[in-house]
């Protein structure tokens, strides 16, 4: 079980937990989470591929506010690499460290970790990637909502790529150099993956939970904005003319369904991470005081859910698997897949040919279902297009 150790950065003894949880280091559990994270990691991994392949292979068609997606999708595909290369090197060789002692060599749960290892490589592709993940979210609902609330155009939307970016990356960059400094990287003795948060309770608080809901409510916030916005232009469009509502309508399931495919997972990590920070201490008391008669016998029946924990890896990596097959399970990836094949073996047609034209001249605004109006504005001395205030956006029939 337990031991006491040298701490590497303070001159004291640290009591530090074996490589494998105790509640779970039979075979069974130890071969059932391999096999779980195997098959997430490498679905997330295969999906979100796909899409950076559709992407390559059709940059044109991912304009904004839908450009996100893809990178939310690239940020998903590194996480999925993190836990492919755990599974790759084992559980002991990223997230345990060996004690050789001549009487009884054993493996234990790596914590307070910094600098290069296996253990800060995970980590890295882990949280940065999954951080990015969330801000990336944030930024697709709040490009969302500048198209269907202030009627902004694809290229107005685009002007900002930049500040996208530098958010995006630099906010997870800075978060994830601070827990290095902070030396605030530990194992999982569940799954193996190195992350922040597994002994220290106020680092999970700080750099998981907070950021995470954080990052939540506001991409729900303007997700709302949005969705409402696209609800009064229905109902205006409704009172003119019902037959031109049906491309609006099916944007706001599309939307409304993606919404829930992101903020449901999303909801169930920050619960899961709330249930480990509520009882990972009557936990840990229950292995080195099981004979204190200072706690109420209720307290000892709690245990740590090997089914929870499987839906924790689950909901972490669901999103990425819905991003790919909310792209690539369109007929707009099949066309673009189907284009570059003839392409690439010559055998495309006069007829594709025109039909490739016309669509690369509409598929932009099709892809939002939103046809909007603009007018060239100078700003900062660069003209560029922005959305007219005269007009209401128009449904592209």
């Not at 792209?327 to 392409?343: M, P, Q």
Request: net charge positive; aromatic share 16%.
């Amino acid at each position: 079980g337990y031991r006491l150790i040298d701490d590497d950065y303070e001159s004291i003894k640290r009591c530090v937990p074996p490589c494998y949880s105790p509640y779970f280091n039979d075979e069974q559990s130890k071969s059932m989470m391999n096999i779980w994270l195997t098959f997430l990691s490498s679905l997330c991994a295969v999906s979100c591929a796909f899409v950076l392949l559709t992407f390559c292979i059709d940059i044109t068609r991912f304009k904004y506010p839908q450009r996100p997606i893809i990178f939310l999708a690239l940020c998903y595909f590194f996480v999925s690499c993190g836990y492919l290369i755990r599974l790759g090197l084992g559980h002991e060789n990223v997230a345990c460290r060996l004690e050789n002692k001549i009487d009884s060599p054993s493996y234990l749960q790596l914590v307070r970790v910094s600098g290069p290892s296996n253990c800060a490589f995970v980590f890295v592709l882990t949280y940065f990637f999954g951080m990015a993940s969330s801000v990336w979210w944030v930024i697709l609902t709040l490009t969302w909502f500048l198209a269907a609330g202030f009627k902004w155009s694809s290229e107005a939307i685009a002007h900002y790529s930049v500040y996208y970016h530098l958010i995006a990356w630099l906010l997870p960059c800075l978060q994830t150099i601070a827990i290095l400094m902070l030396n605030g990287i530990d194992g999982d003795p569940i799954s193996g993956i190195c992350f922040v948060g597994h002994t220290d309770s106020s680092m999970l608080r700080g750099f998981v939970i907070l950021p995470l809901i954080a990052f939540l409510t506001i991409g729900t916030i303007f997700l709302l904005g949005g969705l409402i916005s696209l609800m009064r232009i229905r109902n205006v469009m409704k009172s003119q003319d019902r037959t031109k509502t049906n491309k609006l309508e099916k944007l706001m399931v599309r939307i409304g369904l993606y919404s829930i495919l992101y903020t449901v997972p999303a909801t169930f990590v920050i619960g899961i991470y709330f249930y480990e920070l509520r009882y990972r201490t009557i936990w840990e008391d229950n292995l080195h005081c099981n004979k204190c008669s200072d706690r109420s016998a209720s307290s000892w029946t709690i245990q740590p859910s090997f089914t929870i924990y499987l839906a924790k890896y689950f909901f972490l990596l669901i999103v990425g698997i819905t991003t790919g097959l909310w792209i690539n399970l369109n007929s707009k990836t099949i066309r673009s897949w189907k284009k570059f094949f003839c392409r690439c073996f010559c055998c495309k047609t006069m007829d594709e040919e025109h039909h490739y034209q016309q669509y690369g001249s509409h598929h932009g605004r099709e892809d939002y279902g939103i046809n909007y109006s603009y007018k060239h504005t100078k700003i900062n001395g660069s003209k560029y297009s922005l959305p007219s205030s005269k007009q209401l956006p128009l449904v592209h029939v």
